[in-house]
């Protein structure tokens, strides 16, 4: 079936760095995508998301890039914290249907 | 407060026998899911309900059956429990369509 993938799965960075965490995905009905961060221990944490008609949105540190020519989207996190070690989920919601997860980037941030 | 409550966090228990696991939330959403994480971290959505409706119901053994006594609520019972069914199981709650999803922090079900 279809899926949303990611490209790395470990992350390694160093504190202060800029972080990007890619993921690829297949369903092109997706309209909606989401990126989750999960600590250990703990549910998913929705970070940013965002709709297809637009191809970049920014939060607090967190920028989300959508390229849906290549089916792929991107979470930007700068000057990257030791707090911000986690696993990173995208998820896509295929026009209001149930959220796919990819598979999850474990992001580890060195002091 | 906690938005989306389950219990319980832990849960060990022998092949065969037959547990419930209880969620809550407190944010007014319309819809309620159960998912299940493997010890790979894979996310997989279970059940999905609506107003106390079951709209998603994906390829789960009927073992497991989920219930909705009202729209804060969606409880998962797991009847003759397998060695396979030990995993992680997330409930989230959202106002449904596409709109971010708010999960709680898991039961850890462990089956000896």
């Known amino acids: 079936g279809e899926n949303v993938g990611l490209h790395l799965p470990t992350l390694s960075v160093q504190e202060g760095d800029n972080s990007i965490i890619n993921c690829a995905y297949s369903?092109?009905?997706?309209?909606?995508f989401i990126w989750y961060k999960q600590e250990s221990g703990k549910g998913p944490q929705f970070i940013i998301d965002?709709?297809?008609?637009?191809d970049k949105r920014q939060g607090q540190r967190v920028t989300v890039l959508l390229n849906k020519t290549v089916k792929h989207l991107s979470l930007q996190i700068a000057a990257t914290q030791p707090g911000d070690s986690a696993v990173y989920f995208c998820?896509?919601?295929?026009?209001?249907?149930?959220?796919?997860f990819g598979q999850g980037t474990e992001l580890s941030v060195k002091p | 407060d906690t938005a989306v409550s389950q219990t319980p966090k832990y849960l060990v228990t022998q092949m065969g026998n037959d547990k419930s696991i209880k969620c809550e939330q407190n944010?007014?959403?319309?819809?309620m899911y159960w998912y299940k994480q493997d010890s790979k971290k894979f996310l997989k959505i279970m059940f999905s309900?609506?107003?106390?409706?079951?709209?998603i119901n994906e390829t789960v053994p009927n073992r497991f059956s989920p219930k909705s006594p009202d729209k804060a609520h969606l409880n998962l019972h797991i009847n003759s429990l397998e060695l396979g069914d030990s995993a992680v199981y997330f409930c989230?709650?959202?106002?449904?369509?596409?709109?971010?999803?708010?999960f709680g922090d898991g039961t850890r079900l462990s089956i000896l």
């Open positions: 965002i709709r297809s008609n637009m």
């Open positions: 989230a709650s959202s106002q449904g369509g596409s709109q971010p999803q708010h």
């Open positions: 369903n092109s009905a997706s309209d909606y």
């Open positions: 309900y609506n107003n106390k409706e079951l709209i």
């Open positions: 998820a896509e919601n295929p026009r209001g249907g149930k959220l796919i």
């Open positions: 944010l007014g959403h319309d819809t």
